[in-house]
Structure formats: C-alpha cells, structure tokens
C-alpha cells in the first residue's frame, strides 16, 4: 500500500495557469471555486478530450447566472446547533471535521461554507456534550470538506473518542479523498477502520467510471471489515447517461462497493451548467432501474433545506 499520500496531496494541480500547462489547453480560467486537482486524477484524464467527464468536473465554465442558484443552496449553519455539529436528522449527526479537500469539485455544495467557525475538531468537547445528552444519536458522520485530508493520527483520536460514546453504534465516512488520492488509503488507515469498535460505512464519492483507477481498487479491497457504499452526483456533460451510470454501478460492486445515493445537483451559484431537471433525471433513474438489477440502482434523492432527504 502506498504510504506516500502527504506528498502525493502536495502534488496538485492549483490555478489556472498550472492547470493549463498541465493539459495544454486554455479552459481554465481562475473564477469562482478555486481549482484544485491532484496528480493522482489528472493523470486518469484524457488531455485531448475536451470534453473528459472527469475534466468537467474540474475545469472552470463560463457563468450562467440563472435563478434558484445560491451561494448556500442547503443553509447547513441553520442546524447546527453547536459549531462545527450538524444535526438535521434525530438519529445522527455529522462533523465538520476538515475544511480541506484533496480535489475541488467545481458543483460543491459546500463551497461557500462558513469552514471558519465550524471545525470539529477544535469544539471537539462541547460536540462530545452535545452527543452525550442526546441518546437517539446513534450514528455519527464525518464530513467535510474531507475527513481523510485529517492525518492517520489525527483520525484516530477523533474515533478513539467517538468509540466511547456508549450510545453512538454506527461511524459513517463521506470521503472523495478515496477515489481521487488512492494513496490516502493507507496501511494505517485500513487498520484503523477494520479494527474500530463501531460499525463503519465509508461512503465514497465517485460519479464515473473512469475514475475507478487500480490504485483505488486494491486499497479499498483491503476494507474488508467496513461496508462500502457509494453516492454520486448527477451531472451534465459527466454522467447525465444510462450507458455512463450503469456502467459505474456495475464496476463499483466488482469493487465491493453498492451504489447508493444519485444525488441531485444542489443548485451552487456557478454549477448551472451541471443542471439535469427534474424530469429528465427521473426518466434516466427509471431506464436504469429497467437496466439493472435492483440493488445495483442508486436511490435517486434531493437534499432539501428541511430536514429530510427526499426520495424521487
Ligand atoms: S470533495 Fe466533497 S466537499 Fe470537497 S469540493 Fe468535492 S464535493 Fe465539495
């Protein structure tokens, strides 16, 4: 396994210019989101492909500004009841664990997020209260921007502690980190998540096949004591194709990973060009339910202001 992954998140790709000497093209253009982008994708990038799924995904696009885009389309900080803790569902709560990201995901939800003053880690004991005097919290979930840029060390403190917490059952992880820097799965991590005292689900971020690189497929066949699942976003010019989504859900399970949420975009001011409505996605989520088997098709959900996800 590779344990070199702290070097290899320095080796990325930042700004504009460095992006377009890298693939030798002029579309990047420093606005909005800053972009970002390890080695370890741009290497899995077509640089003749203009139109590379995983290029989109990075690549700066011209603004279209259209109404019901916002800068902070899910309004997280309304349910966070403490800094750095949100609660929306009774039975769970997730952590802001990390403002740091090992890619920028130019539809990110959360790339307007107020990271300052909601970090976990640091408000770590009035969480710890917070989760003790609520015991219908069962599971806690650590988010981000990604838990996996925290350090080996770092990780397991914070689950070290979580442990504890006699009511707190299941662990979830949201990560990209996963897919886009394989080489963050390490030993030590692998260690850390098969031998923990609580379920853990790690949940993986990956919208296309092509982003499914050996290096990722032998570290997380190494999980062998963590269930896998997996969420996607559905996005134009990406993955907006029942050829494109089958064919991921598919070789995620080869990987030992069940597809599991297909989320619709959450409308971010400059990520109008990823747009699939409403009715388009429902008719692309019905042709793939004809395509597969059923548990090989991810739910089709919108996260909504509310406190509930809804199911499409
Ligand atoms: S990795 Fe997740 S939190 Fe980070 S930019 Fe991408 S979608 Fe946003």
Not at 109 to 128: C, G, K, M, P, V
Not at 138 to 149: A, F, T
Request: proline letters at 4%; a neutral charge.
């Amino acid at each position: 396994m590779n344990n070199n992954w702290q070097h290899n998140a320095r080796n990325t790709l930042k700004g504009a210019d460095s992006c377009n000497a890298f693939f030798q093209s002029q579309q990047f253009q420093d606005q909005g989101f800053p972009i970002k982008i390890p080695l370890e994708f741009a290497n899995l990038i077509d640089k003749d492909n203009p139109d590379d799924p995983l290029l989109k995904q990075v690549a700066s696009a011209p603004i279209q500004a259209q109404s019901g885009f916002s800068t902070e389309p899910l309004e997280d900080e309304k349910y966070t009841p403490v800094a750095g803790l949100v609660h929306k569902y009774p039975n769970r709560v997730l952590l802001i664990t990390s403002r740091v990201c090992a890619i920028h995901c130019q539809y990110c939800f959360r790339q307007n997020f107020n990271y300052t003053e909601h970090d976990a880690i640091s408000n770590y004991l009035a969480i710890e209260e917070y989760i003790c005097s609520h015991s219908q919290i069962n599971e806690v979930i650590l988010s981000g921007g990604d838990p996996l840029s925290l350090s080996d060390e770092k990780l397991a403190q914070l689950i070290g502690k979580i442990e504890k917490i006699s009511h707190i059952k299941n662990l979830r992880i949201h990560t990209r980190s996963a897919v886009v820097t394989p080489s963050r799965i390490t030993t030590k991590l692998i260690k850390l998540l098969n031998h923990s005292t609580l379920n853990v689900v790690l949940v993986t971020h990956v919208n296309h096949a092509n982003e499914l690189s050996n290096d990722f497929a032998k570290a997380i066949r190494a999980l062998s004591n963590v269930t896998l699942l997996n969420q996607s976003v559905l996005l134009k010019g990406v993955n907006d194709c029942v050829l494109t989504l089958s064919k991921l859900s598919m070789d995620l399970f080869e990987l030992g990973i069940l597809p599991y949420y297909l989320h619709l975009l959450d409308k971010v001011s400059g990520a109008e060009h990823f747009l699939v409505e409403d009715e388009a996605a429902i008719k692309l989520h019905r042709e793939l339910g004809k395509k597969l088997s059923g548990y090989l098709v991810p739910r089709l959900v919108r996260d909504e202001n509310l406190a509930a996800k809804t199911w499409l």
